[in-house]
């Protein structure tokens, strides 16, 4: 049981440059979530889904585009890269509340570092 | 959304119990204390959750106040690999569909 696998592990991006992160998840579950994480700080909602098909914003989703064309994958876009971008970005997934088991398991995460 | 206060840091020494508390003084009824960890250089992982009742599994204990105001996550023997920082959240029933995370509490486990 993989659970939840983010792809690249670890990316250098030029400043303006694009890329996507990947999130999937093997667990059937409805939400998932894009967070950032900066040196010595804590998790920071970017953007997150309630279900296939829909996406909603976080504390902080300027700069980001996300999609969910299927519902074990949620995408994380970088259209522009800017160097405050640089982070460690998380993935999470869970069942919606009232189900039997609502914790959410989370992705090794994706250092990405804008130059 | 109802808030939640750590400690910014604690320290414990190694194969002693460790309590690290969380006041949610707004906390609503149908909301669960949720908590979890994160790892040097990992994502977070889950460690326990509870409503009203204390809840013990094989990471930790849950300690619930009866007013449902401040709870207690309970290490019961810290071991080095207990060195994380650890987050107490609020999570609903029903609606509220983010998950977000406060500070936590810093936990330095000393040999």
Redesign the interface.
């Known amino acids: 049981n993989a659970g939840v696998t983010q792809t690249p592990k670890f990316r250098v991006l030029k400043t303006g440059q694009s890329m996507t992160l990947l999130c999937a998840q093997d667990m059937n579950h409805e939400y998932m979530y894009w967070y950032r994480q900066d040196p010595g700080m804590g998790l920071r909602l970017i953007h997150y889904s309630v279900g296939e098909g829909t996406t909603a914003k976080g504390e902080v989703p300027d700069g980001y585009n996300v999609s969910r064309l299927k519902k074990q994958n949620f995408l994380l876009g970088l259209e522009s890269a800017a160097p405050s971008q640089t982070s460690v970005y998380f993935c999470a997934s869970r069942n919606p509340p009232g189900g039997k088991t609502t914790e959410a398991f989370f992705g090794q995460g994706t250092r990405l570092t804008v130059v | 959304d109802a808030k939640t206060t750590q400690p910014n840091s604690m320290e414990s020494n190694e194969e002693e119990p460790v309590h690290l508390p969380c006041n949610h003084s707004t906390i609503s009824g149908t909301d669960?204390i949720?908590w979890?960890r994160q790892l040097p250089?990992?994502?977070?992982?889950?460690v326990i959750?509870g409503l009203t009742s204390n809840v013990n599994n094989r990471m930790a204990s849950l300690a619930i106040a009866e007013d449902r105001k401040s709870s207690t996550l309970i290490l019961h023997r810290a071991t080095l690999r207990d060195a994380a920082?650890y987050?107490c959240i609020l999570?609903?029933?029903?609606?509220n569909?983010?998950?977000?995370?406060?500070?936590?509490t810093r936990l330095t486990i000393i040999p």
């Open positions: 669960y949720h979890y250089s990992q994502g977070p992982e889950y959750h920082v987050y999570l609903p029933n029903f609606g569909e983010k998950l977000t995370f406060g500070t936590g």
